[in-house]
């Protein structure tokens, strides 16, 4: 999408309603609060929506910046929709079908995705869908405020296990930090947002999972899993994924990390990450899930026993097979 159509979209509207997906993730809670502040800095009316649940420790204190529903003083002729790091309309959630029919604008950086909305500006190339919001900030000439600048580095920390999942090929993100740190980022908190504030019940949640970690094919596949009544032990805030995945993907050899959550008595989600070049998306996307090369996951019906088994069976398959 060019940058003229990108004005005129701004242009033609006066309220704008921002989406992300379920289960927000840093990236996608400071995409959609950092494009809402720049909005209303510039003389429109904006707001942040989010189904939740704001479960990730990193994002808990971000909840009441969120609307829960739409009011009908916010859905007028003149408002307009901008969907953030999301790769399907079902990704959205419930609140989808209400604003199916307005203008929407999509932006996101997933590689497997459907395409959907009125324009889009996506780019799988991006490490994060703050770094495309930077973007669209600075082409519109404007600079991020300091507050922006936090949200936007904090979204790019969370997205790239602070750095962790950089290769050689990262080389331009680095005058992005640069920028954003002189405006008044700060890593020294971004790390403390993302890794700070957890609880002994939830350290120990963590070793809990490690403690269980099953190794398959030389440690080429590490697998894990937590229960309902995990979830129960150690709180609502639980969801110390990046690093349960972080610790396993230190094991000499790994290639891929499987961590399997019961969701309900029915239902399971998965979460995959590989460290090298396998490609976890592909994997995740025959499962009906999504994602990124290395980090996908997928939600699916069955109980632990039955989704490990599946998942097992595909991927030493096709890791026979690459060997
Ligand atoms: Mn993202």
Redesign the pocket.
Known sequence: MDITKVKRFFDTYNTFLILGHTEP?G??IASQLSLKTFLIRSGKKAYCFSSGPFERPEIVKFKRQFESTITPDMFTDSTAVIIV?CSTPERVGELYEAIAQKTILTID?HKERENFGTYSIIDPKAP??TWLIYMLISSLGYTPTSEEALLLLFGLCT?TGFFRHLDTNSYDVFPLVSDLISKGASLKQVYSMMYGGRTLAQRKYLARLIKRAESYMDDRIILTYATMKDKKLSGPLSRSSDELYGLLQTINNNEIVIFIRQESDTHCSVGLRSIKKYDVAKVAKTFGGGGHKLAAGFSAKGTIKQIKKIILKNLTQTLVKKA
């Open positions: 993730d990236d996608c790091d950086h994060s869908t997205d």
